[in-house]
């Protein structure tokens, strides 16, 4: 049974940073990509970051760059998305994904992807 189970989230005032994970369990992680995304109240669910399954090449949002990273450890079956100098306006739910095995590269886009954890809140307090 495919099982994603993201922690890590809370509280955090504007400026600050959460780091983030999301343990993998029930396939092979080290084959597939993953993906990290938000979704506000009323808002269409958006990616943030994404890291291949080698680990060998990561992406984050244009607007988000330089401030969302992921990173993942294939030994632990776990991905961890760190998010610094955060704002009010992200408040969300946080959700990783896992794509389909065997795919190449990585993908920003909610429709690539086919597991899905239940989301962690970041609320972020001006």
């Known amino acids: 049974q495919v099982q994603l189970v993201e922690s890590g989230g809370g509280s955090v005032q504007a400026g600050g940073s959460l780091r983030l994970s999301c343990a993998a369990s029930?396939?092979?992680?080290?084959?597939?990509?993953m993906g990290w995304f938000r979704q506000a109240p009323g808002k269409e669910r958006e990616g943030v970051a994404a890291i291949a399954a080698g680990a060998d090449s990561t992406d984050d949002t244009d607007s988000e760059k330089g401030r969302f990273t992921i990173s993942r450890d294939n030994a632990k079956n776990t991905v961890y998305p760190k998010m610094n100098s955060l704002k009010p306006e992200e408040n969300a739910m946080y959700y990783c994904a896992a794509g389909p095995g065997g795919v190449m590269g990585w993908s920003l886009s909610p429709r690539d992807y086919a597991d899905w954890g239940q989301g962690t809140q970041v609320t972020v307090s001006s």
């Open positions: 029930g396939y092979t992680f080290s084959s597939v990509y």
